[in-house]
């Protein structure tokens, strides 16, 4: 049975930081690309971090490059976001995502996060 569930959620100031995990099961996560993805209310899900299988590459948004981090431990079967100078804008559920070469996909349940004074 494969499981993305995704943790560290939670409501934060403007400024501030959060860590964001993705625990899978089921699947060999180590041949998966992996990717956060956030939706905003009334907008539509958006990528926000990408990291390829081994880890050697990521891409990120424009809107949050220089302040989130996607890392990944194989060995741990994880998924991270770093979440650093959170915006209000930031707000949003975020869901991990796990995609295949054959393009093969699996989507956690989100997390939500808030910022906000």
């Known amino acids: 049975q494969v499981q993305l569930v995704e943790s560290g959620g939670g409501l934060v100031q403007p400024g501030g930081s959060l860590r964001l995990s993705c625990a899978a099961s089921?699947?060999?996560?180590?041949?998966?690309?992996m990717n956060w993805y956030r939706q905003a209310p009334g907008k539509e899900r958006e990528l926000v971090a990408s990291i390829t299988p081994l880890g050697g590459s990521t891409n990120y948004a424009d809107s949050v490059k220089g302040r989130f981090t996607i890392s990944r431990d194989n060995a741990k079967n994880t998924l991270y976001l770093q979440m650093n100078s959170l915006k209000p804008e930031d707000t949003a559920v975020y869901y991990c995502?796990?995609?295949?070469?054959?393009?093969?996909?699996?989507w956690g349940q989100g997390t939500q996060v808030t910022v906000s004074s």
């Open positions: 995502n796990a995609r295949s070469s054959y393009r093969i996909e699996y």
């Open positions: 089921g699947f060999t996560f180590f041949s998966y690309a």
